[in-house]
């Protein structure tokens, strides 16, 4: 057990607002898997106690401490509201996540609460992955996947879900779908190649790219960002002929610049714990 300084990190904030599905808190304590290490930490006085093998530089690269903050609120605070979720927020980082992991995640989470998904992420885990130890699984790899019964896959509760999956995890498997490609890709050029899978639509495109390519111009637009647009933006004369998410997502990258990702997990947690605030 060692102890890191990490200069505006808040643990709760970052493993809570949603971005991150294999995370679970106990009193003050998180367990969570991350590749073949189960890991638990807490937060103290600023300071993130850490139990587990790993490095520094692991939790350093994870947890994104290479971000400056304080640059990206500047860049980002355009009105109120956003002021506001920074303030109350402050020290939410995003993650680095692991590709093969948060893509199937995200296929996993459309149309879901994030209880649903945890559990479907559990059982997929608990039955194609290795126990690391009891109760904590690896999660599955594209080989195993791709060749996985679909019967076993059904067992998951994955729903419609199962086949999208499976045809997933058969393009990585096969090389065809290279994801150590996509980080040199452009957003845009990236964004297209997940959206040739299939089930993949812009806003689970996005949320791969935001929170596991490190592509921070990803403004992925769920129910919470379209009902804040609607509720807060709607004066604005760019929606007077944009009404799509898709047109959010570019209406997000115009307004926000180039961290709105940032913007995007700090507007969605404020709408998911408060609903929507008062500003004056």
Not at 132 to 137: A, D, K, Q, S, T
Not at 180 to 204: D, H, P, Q, S, T
Request: proline share 4%; with cysteine; hydrophobic share 35%.
């Amino acid at each position: 057990m060692y102890r890191l300084k990490p200069h505006l990190f808040n643990l709760n904030y970052t493993l809570d607002c949603g971005q991150v599905f294999r995370w679970e808190r106990e009193g003050n304590w998180w367990t969570g898997v991350v590749g073949d290490h189960v890991i638990r930490l807490s937060q103290e006085n600023g300071q993130l106690i850490i139990d587990s093998t790993l490095t520094p530089e692991f939790f350093s690269h994870y947890f994104r401490f290479d971000d400056d903050l304080p640059s990206i609120y500047e860049s980002i605070n355009r009105d109120l509201l956003i002021d506001r979720a920074i303030r109350k927020y402050q020290g939410l980082r995003l993650i680095r996540q692991d590709p093969w992991e948060c893509l199937i995640s995200y296929m996993l989470a459309t149309a879901s609460s994030i209880p649903t998904i945890q559990r479907r992420i559990y059982l997929l885990s608990r039955t194609f992955g290795q126990e690391i130890e009891p109760g904590y699984f690896t999660f599955p790899d594209p080989e195993t996947l791709a060749n996985a019964n679909p019967a076993a896959l059904e067992r998951c509760k994955l729903g419609f879900r199962a086949p999208s999956i499976k045809a997933a995890a058969e393009e990585v498997a096969s090389g065809e779908l290279d994801l150590n490609v996509l980080f040199r890709l452009e957003y845009k050029y990236a964004r297209e190649r997940f959206m040739r899978l299939r089930g993949i639509g812009e806003k689970v495109a996005d949320c791969v790219l935001l929170f596991a390519f490190g592509k921070l111009e990803a403004f992925p637009v769920d129910t919470h960002i379209k009902q804040i647009i609607q509720h807060y933006h709607i004066d604005d004369s760019y929606f007077e002929t944009c009404t799509s998410m898709s047109c959010m997502g570019d209406w997000g990258r115009e307004y926000f610049g180039q961290y709105c990702g940032y913007a995007q997990e700090y507007l969605y947690y404020q709408k998911r714990v408060e609903g929507f605030v008062s500003l004056y």
